[in-house]
């Protein structure tokens, strides 16, 4: 018998993804191509509503958001995502993290600012200051995602990613490339490299697949998540406008420490 999602399901759907064995496909130079893709969001077969990807390009300025709009029985969840990065040395740098959420229960608002000369990270609309130990490599909920297409591209096959959630607190995700497989999607057949999240946990009942097209510079075309084997969503492209990139690649000055502690009033 199939289980029942839940509404905590439906709301981890809010931010996409992702992501691994070893693929043959040869390494290209890394570049983030600007685009909009529109997905569909299915349960078991069923449209349950509409996903967004889009990513704008001002010079070296990029700005990467995330929209959707789900409804199941009487939970409605409305949310979009944005962030605001550079890219240094093929290191995504993300500078604004911003996620608002509408619908059933209370409707939410999260900022989050990083000051990559000062070293420090700020919160909420007030940007009040919260003490971590820095990284320069930290990303946010959603722009660890391009950062896998950037890692793809240069060859990578596994991945490690500090992602900050939505209050500013670092968990590491580890995602590993497992196959290779052609998909019927609404979008069309499109040859796909299949990802998985590796948990920390050998016991988690949680299962995350992703799919993204190497022919589309990496572009993820679904997204499946499930528990105990059970699907909770499946998200799959259905159009998708892609331009090509004019940004320089930029690089660092040196430093003499990537990683330093960092302690607040």
Do not use: C
């Amino acid at each position: 018998m199939m289980k029942m999602i839940t509404k905590t399901k439906w709301r981890q759907l809010a931010s996409f993804f992702l992501l691994s064995a070893t693929i043959t496909w040869p390494a290209v130079a890394a570049t983030l191509d600007s685009f909009n893709a529109d997905y569909i969001v299915y349960r078991a077969g069923k449209k349950h509503g509409e996903a967004n990807r889009y990513l704008k390009q001002n010079g070296t300025e990029y700005e990467f958001g995330y929209s959707s709009a789900i409804k199941w029985l009487l939970f409605s969840d409305k949310r979009s995502e944005t962030s605001h990065f550079t890219i240094v040395d093929n290191q995504i740098k993300p500078s604004q993290y911003v996620m608002e959420r509408s619908g059933t229960g209370p409707n939410r608002h999260y900022e989050l600012h990083l000051d990559h000369d000062k070293l420090q990270l700020a919160v909420g609309k007030k940007r009040q200051p919260k003490p971590l130990k820095w990284q320069d490599d930290l990303l946010d909920l959603i722009s660890y995602q391009l950062q896998l297409s950037l890692d793809l591209q240069a060859g990578k096959t596994e991945f490690s990613y500090t992602v900050l959630n939505k209050n500013g607190n670092a968990k590491v995700y580890n995602y590993k490339v497992i196959g290779e497989e052609l998909l019927p999607l609404p979008y069309g057949n499109t040859r796909t490299l299949r990802i998985a999240r590796v948990e920390d946990s050998a016991n988690s009942d949680k299962q995350i697949y992703a799919w993204v097209a190497p022919d589309l510079n990496y572009m993820l075309v679904r997204l499946w998540r499930g528990e105990d084997n059970v699907e909770q969503f499946d998200v799959q492209l259905h159009t998708l406008t892609l331009e090509p990139s004019t940004a320089e690649p930029k690089t660092a000055e040196p430093t003499p420490d990537n990683t330093t502690e960092v302690t607040l009033p």
